[in-house]
């Protein structure tokens, strides 16, 4: 087997310090001129269209993918009115967290974003305190993770502590019962402000199931669902911290009809002059009335064997009732009789609804 060298200039053969780019054999009564190197199929990728492609790998994980695998999560923007909601829920925590720590409060929102249940239980530090809250009307749950940070603050200021002094943490140890009580008495303010401010949406009202410190006994969901999370930060001269508030999906379900509108009042394509049209034209609409006197089963080898003047007898007599359908389903009562030279009916009770659907 002979082995030939060439650059991909054309020029002399390279020396032993560089490795030949391109190395042709041929055998017996093959060609010992350089040949070009053999064509990829057009399938396959190599490093550097696969990062181009899906992103550069960070900490062995491929952001390409990660945006593939999660691209049906729904996005929180084609829920409209929910902006108008948390702005509402930032107005009147900033009066009401006044009025709580009775010192000077401001509420900022920073992000509202949307993700995966488990991947956020994830991100919750070990130091958060999450309160599990339930939404009466809805049957269902939500998630306020309070960071360390405004619990010590919160703490802090309701106790008495001085203004302007960054607050004392002890960490390793887990929170006393008046710092969960402390806790527990704003999370109570914040969820009053947060049915009020659901209130031009739906009437709700959310109130504390329980405070957990570990996020596995905080599962409201499973982890491959969507929710939708709104991180506020408070500050209280020089102190704070920051507040999550997370929404599953599911719980909003209820009221996504009216949190899809883009401002309140839309009606969705309605058009009430139609509307008051059509249910004009109804009420004079004519609809035939089929006057039943009497009904009786019959076995079909009976049927089939009818022919012209059989009989089919029937036990009723001029007392008894009629019934009135109308598209067949049966609407009233009557009383046969006569008007002049007409047969007529007298409608005596209406048929119950539920007896009419037997």
Known sequence: MVASMERFDGSEAWTNAAPPPTIAAAGAGGSSAGAAPPERPGATLNQDEIDSLLGRPTAGEYPG?????????????????????????????????????????EVTLES???????????????????????????????????????????VDVLL?????????????????????????????????????A????????????????????????????AAIVARLRIDMEERGGQLQLLLPYATLEPVREVLLQMFMGEKFGRDPIWEAHLAQELW????????????????????????????????????????????????????????GSHIAVQIEDRIPKTEAER
């Open 65 to 105: 993918i990660h945006s593939i695998l999660n691209s049906p999560l729904v996005s929180y923007e084609r829920l409209p009115m929910l902006d108008v909601v948390f702005d509402r829920l930032v107005r009147l925590m900033s009066t009401g967290m006044r009025n709580f720590t009775s010192d000077n409060v």
């Open 284 to 339: 004079s609409t004519e609809v035939e009335m089929t006057a039943v006197m009497a009904e009786r089963d019959l076995p079909l080898v009976d049927v089939f064997s009818l022919q012209v003047g059989s009989r089919i007898m029937f036990t009723v007599t001029a007392d008894c009732s009629v019934r009135m359908h109308c598209g067949g389903v049966p609407m009233y009562t009557a009383k046969m009789g006569r008007r």
């Open 112 to 154: 509202v974003t949307s993700v995966r249940f488990g991947e956020y239980l994830e991100g919750v530090p070990g130091s958060a305190m999450l309160a599990v809250v339930k939404a009466a009307e809805w049957d269902n749950y939500g998630l306020l993770t309070i960071d360390a940070a405004l619990i010590y603050s919160i």
């Open 160 to 196: 008495g502590g001085r203004r302007g002094t960054a607050e004392m943490r002890v960490e390793g140890r887990p929170y006393t019962t008046i710092e969960r009580s402390l806790v527990q008495r704003m999370v109570q303010a914040v969820l009053a402000d947060l049915s009020a």
């Open 198 to 225: 659901f209130e031009p949406v739906s009437q709700v009202s959310f109130r504390l199931e329980r405070l957990e410190t570990n996020s596995r006994f905080a599962t409201i969901s499973r982890p491959s669902n």
